[in-house]
């Protein structure tokens, strides 16, 4: 878990980056409840940056006077015999400003009237507009308040904090460094074990049982994103988490799954035959994806941006489908034209951190982000032949993606997901080695 002296360096290092007379106000995530069951909660990932607090119903106050005079100041929910019979422990007010390291805790039930006390005066306001309609309202209300008040002044600008935080989330500290291995290593024995109990007439849903099984074994009780078991046509479907298909024998299945650990996520992509043998053609697109990864990862350092590395893989990708005759023509033009877009229609790669889809700016298109050492991020080619596609017969409904997680090193990278088999040879070799290959249902 990451440690108070970090959490006490982020908040610092966050007021750094703050004007003199201002706050900023980084709220919790809401209780979200089900006819009187609450849904699995999910802290907000900002909130969660700065705390490692894993409750609702929470506000960070960070007030700075000037240079040497700030305060750290938690909301936080007070204990409550009641709720806690039916919910378990809360922190409470005196345990959560040790465990944080904050100046003080005060009651959530206070918070209308305390707020106030703590934003008169101060000049600017950082809040994120629009993340929690209550959060806006408390903002809106105590704005008001200062207002209309006798001797109260009001913050006379409001400023979003996102791009100061979320350019701070993008590059990986030691501790989190650590979280994010140890998640990838759990994300690797789960492919690993997947492929090791795939076999033809399986649904994909015991597939991802057998996935989920392996993360919380490990610890990892949640999902880093919804768990895709794309088998056949399936895999072409980008997003396709109904994983209810019979899996057929001779056909791919393209399995991306990741679980979150401690709060950090991870996302591997493999795809495999189900019977443990590649076809011709499915192996011909399988390496022509390969190869464009083994490609990006050669390429991926310091001082590269993202959109130099696609350029490369859709190079690769289109000298290989014009050999292949899936496209005609002369490859540059097709590439101006955009005829690949048919087959691999999503991004190279994205950050990797708390969320899956990580905050940080990529820049633009004609100032892409450049990379620098301790960002994290995935790396998935990927080739997708629709089942209409205008290609030979042989070629419709295969569906391939790679995905590896790697970091940016200071001087080249470092893959996390290195673990779990990718060649063609060692899948198979890997698969072949399976035991007790079930034709049940
Ligand atoms: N699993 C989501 C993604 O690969 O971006
Ligand atoms: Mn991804
Ligand atoms: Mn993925």
Redesign the pocket.
Known sequence: MISTTVLQYRRKTLLSKMTSCSAILIFASPENIMKQNEYHFCQNKDFWYFTCFDEPNALLVLIKQDEFNNQQILFNKPKDCNTEIWVGPCLGQNLAKIRIGVDYALSWDNIDKDLSKLLNNIKILYHAWNEYIEADKLVFNTLRCLRNGVDSTPPNTIIDWRPLVHEMRLFKEPEEIKLLRTSCKITSLAHTRAMKSCYPGMFEYQLEGEIHHEFNYHGARQLA?NT?IGSGYNACILHYTKNKDKMRDGDLVLV???CSFKGYAS???RTFPINGKFSKQQREIYNIVLTSLKCALLMLKPEININEVNHHVINIMVKHLVQLRLLKGIPNKLISEGAYLQFFMHNLGHWLGLD?HDVGSYGTSINNRILKPNMVL?V?PGLYISKDADVPIEYRGIGV?I?DNIIITKNGNECFTDSVVKEIDQIEFLMASRKNLKNVL
């Open positions: 994103y895709i991306d799954a990741g996302d591997i992509t899956v995935t998935e993606r995905e």
